[in-house]
């Protein structure tokens, strides 16, 4: 089992910037697994932000957000960061942390979500 806590999210302004975390816990180490973040808005899917593999820290980021959010990880903390720039209204969306096995395609394990709305 892995629990994942979202923290840092909010109200912003256009062009702002926001880094959200997301701590996770429940395993001695995360180096078998891969960190995702995904944002859902109201009335649209669930979009795929980007990922993390803990192991090496090689990240994979959407075309949509590339260039202004970024993705890194603290393996002490066992913490992984979004690192949102240059925030644009229709990035409002409640942003979820979600965890999955090298090993397999589906998150198994996600964050509660946190909200970050962003204001014209």
């Known amino acids: 089992q892995v629990q994942l806590v979202e923290s840092g999210g909010g109200l912003v302004q256009a062009g702002g910037s926001l880094r959200l975390s997301c701590a996770a816990s429940g395993r001695t180490t995360l180096n078998t697994f891969v960190m995702g973040w995904f944002r859902q808005a109201p009335g649209k899917e669930r979009e795929f932000i980007g990922h993390i593999i803990w192991s090496g820290g090689r990240t994979n980021i959407a075309d949509s957000v590339k260039g202004r959010f970024t993705i890194s990880r603290d393996n002490a903390q066992k913490t992984v960061y979004l690192q949102m720039n240059n925030l644009k209204p229709e990035d409002t969306a409640v942003y979820y942390c979600?965890?999955?096995?090298?090993?397999?395609?589906?998150?198994?394990?996600w964050g509660q979500g946190i909200q970050v709305t962003v204001s014209s």
């Open positions: 979600a965890a999955r096995s090298l090993l397999v395609r589906d998150y198994a394990y």
